[in-house]
Nanobody, 123 residues
Framework: QVQLVETGGGLVQPGGSLRLSCAAS????????MRWYRQAPGKQRELVAV????????YADSVKGRFTISRDNANKNTVYLQMNSLKPEDTAVYYC????????????????WGQGTQVTVSS
């Protein structure tokens, strides 16, 4: 069984910072691409940031220069999203997503989702 658990959400004032963490656990053989999505009330879920196994990253235009995605150097099963200069429009539930091969079926890649963590940017 593989699980993704996000932590680090909360309430922050405009201009503030938060760091989200997503830890993958369970019977993991390898993790390829990891992503952060977000979904605001009444809107579709959107891709925020992505990091592939080689370390290359990509960002939505709306967060470029403000958000940074990274993977833990010691534990490659953990991904972070550093969010700076937060704006009210960043308010959403943030979800972690990862392409994972489990030990039971190491040739098969499946997509897994975390349960989400709420980020609210408000004064």
């Amino acid at each position: 069984q593989v699980q993704l658990v996000e932590t680090g959400g909360g309430l922050v004032q405009p201009g503030g910072s938060l760091r989200l963490s997503c830890a993958a656990s369970g019977s993991i053989f390898s993790i390829d691409t990891m992503r952060w999505y977000r979904q605001a009330p009444g809107k579709q879920r959107e891709l925020v940031a992505v990091i592939i196994s080689g370390g290359s990253t990509g960002y939505a235009d709306s967060v470029k220069g403000r958000f940074t995605i990274s993977r833990d150097n010691a534990n490659k099963n953990t991904v972070y999203l550093q969010m700076n200069s937060l704006k009210p429009e960043d308010t959403a539930v943030y979800y972690c997503n990862a392409d994972i091969r489990d030990r039971g079926t190491p040739t098969l890649t499946r997509g897994y989702w975390g349960q989400g963590t709420q980020v609210t940017v408000s004064s």
